[in-house]
């Protein structure tokens, strides 16, 4: 996905500007490494990845809006989610992401990033 679209997502949570800086710094000299930042397109919400939200946003103003980042539309997870939950987005566990894709092709991926 392109930076100068992920720059358009929602932050879930405040940054650290030098975490964010050097995040940045990573994707334009191309050593970048992640896992796949997970958003909602239908909310322009990220659901992961708030300081790579942010440092697309700092490259897309510096005209690197060009550059890409690995991301993956997760809304019919998080639809699937909130419907057997009776939620909505704004209710998601963001601090215990694994209940959302628990028993999906993505559990493995998101049992392996303590972040999530």
């Given at each position: 996905?392109?930076?100068?679209?992920?720059?358009n997502?929602?932050?879930?949570?405040?940054?650290?500007?030098?975490?964010?800086?050097?995040?940045?710094?990573?994707?334009?000299?191309?050593?970048f490494?992640?896992?796949?930042l997970?958003?909602s397109?239908s909310?322009m919400?990220?659901i992961?990845?708030?300081?790579?939200?942010?440092?697309?946003?700092?490259l897309?103003e510096r005209g690197?809006?060009?550059l890409?980042?690995d991301?993956?539309?997760v809304?019919e997870?998080?639809?699937n989610?909130?419907?057997?939950n009776?939620?909505?987005?704004d209710?998601?566990?963001?601090?215990?992401?694994?209940a959302?894709?628990?028993?999906?092709d993505?559990?493995a991926?998101?049992?392996?990033?303590?972040e999530w």
């Open positions: 996905m392109l930076l100068s679209e992920i720059a997502l929602e932050p879930i949570n405040k940054t650290d500007p030098l975490k964010v800086l050097a995040i940045a710094d990573s994707l334009k000299d191309g050593t490494s992640a896992p796949d997970l958003y397109g909310h919400r990220a992961t990845g708030s300081h790579r939200v942010e440092a697309a946003k700092y897309t690197y809006g060009d890409e980042m991301a993956l539309d809304d997870y998080i639809d989610y909130c419907e057997e009776e939620c909505t987005i209710d998601i566990p963001y601090n215990n992401l694994s959302i894709f628990m028993g999906t993505l559990e991926e998101v049992m392996q990033n303590e």
